[in-house]
């Protein structure tokens, strides 16, 4: 027996938040029967589920590392008619869904599942699974700022947790550096917000790394399939992350 919402989610239907979203608002029956109410367990091989009316079925799970290109909304849809990621795996029978996001303008290493529970894993704030960006910024950055976005900077939704920043590039020909910074948060636009509180904005943003994977090798716009290793490493990667923490929290650090 599982949690009705494990069940929708690694059945493809969409993230746990969501399908946990979909139950509160009535959308799914078990049995004939609306259930409204989270944590109600189930058992997906005898009982009959529906959402909107329609069975669910379990899928065989997909996991992909996506180069996304500048441009393109990391959505299922968007009311603007902007370019979506999903149109990118018209091939893929198994509806996946984006892990986490990446901005319109920004570019690079996206991850795609319809495995709700794997989703949630690299998504949860306690486990702080690392990200990497390239980021090029207008001017050059003291190395005292570059300070500041390692210690933790002031944002309007609180201070950032340390990061790990170097220079990459030094363009004074053009007035911008070029900046690897890694982050253990998934707030929206952080990587921007912070180099606009050190007043030297994103002109270009890419993500080159999530937790062990690299983007290395994957064209602008095309996608693999991860490997079974891959998977169970980035697994490994968020429990050990989250591990770390809650023991930080037990030492009160």
């Known amino acids: 027996m599982d949690r009705l919402q494990k069940v929708l989610a690694e059945a493809g239907v969409a993230s746990r938040r969501k399908c946990e979203e979909l139950i509160t608002a009535g959308r799914v029956e078990v049995n004939d029967k609306v259930v409204t109410t989270l944590g109600v367990k189930v058992d997906p091989s005898q009982d009959f589920i529906?959402?909107?009316?329609?069975?669910?079925?379990?899928?065989?799970?997909?996991?992909?590392?996506?180069n996304k290109p500048k441009g393109v909304i990391t959505s299922a849809q968007d009311p603007e008619g902007r370019k979506t990621v999903t149109e990118f795996?018209?091939?893929?029978?198994?509806?996946?869904?984006?892990?986490?996001?990446?901005d319109y303008d920004t570019e690079g290493l996206l991850l795609l599942t319809n495995d709700g529970e794997f989703a949630h894993l690299l998504t949860h704030p306690k486990h702080h699974v690392p990200r990497t960006y390239l980021?090029?910024?207008?001017?050059?950055?003291?190395?005292?700022?570059?300070?500041?976005?390692?210690?933790?900077?002031?944002?309007?939704d609180g201070m950032t947790a340390p990061a790990e920043v170097e220079y990459q590039d030094v363009r004074p020909e053009n007035n911008e550096?070029?900046?690897?910074?890694?982050?253990?948060?998934?707030?929206?636009?952080?990587?921007?917000?912070?180099?606009?509180?050190?007043?030297?904005?994103?002109?270009?943003?890419?993500?080159?790394?999530?937790?062990?994977?690299?983007?290395?090798?994957?064209?602008?716009?095309?996608?693999?399939?991860?490997?079974?290793?891959?998977?169970?490493?980035?697994?490994?990667?968020?429990?050990?992350?989250?591990e770390s923490k809650s023991h930080k929290i037990q030492k009160g650090e």
């Not at 980021?135 to 309007?156: C, F, R, W, Y």
């Not at 921007?192 to 790394?209: E, S, T």
Request: glycine residues 8%.
């Open 89 to 102: 795996f018209k091939n893929i029978k198994q509806r996946i869904y984006p892990i986490g996001r990446l």
């Open 177 to 242: 550096a070029v900046v690897k910074i890694t982050i253990y948060e998934g707030r929206n636009r952080q990587v921007r917000r912070m180099f606009d509180a050190i007043h030297h904005p994103v002109i270009k943003l890419k993500r080159i790394q999530f937790g062990p994977l690299q983007l290395s090798g994957i064209p602008r716009g095309k996608f693999r399939h991860l490997t079974p290793q891959e998977v169970n490493e980035l697994r490994q990667e968020a429990l050990k992350a989250g």
């Open 135 to 156: 980021a090029t910024v207008k001017g050059v950055p003291h190395g005292s700022l570059l300070d500041k976005l390692k210690n933790g900077i002031e944002l309007e």
């Open 50 to 66: 529906k959402v909107d009316g329609k069975p669910i079925r379990r899928q065989s799970k997909v996991y992909v590392i996506f």
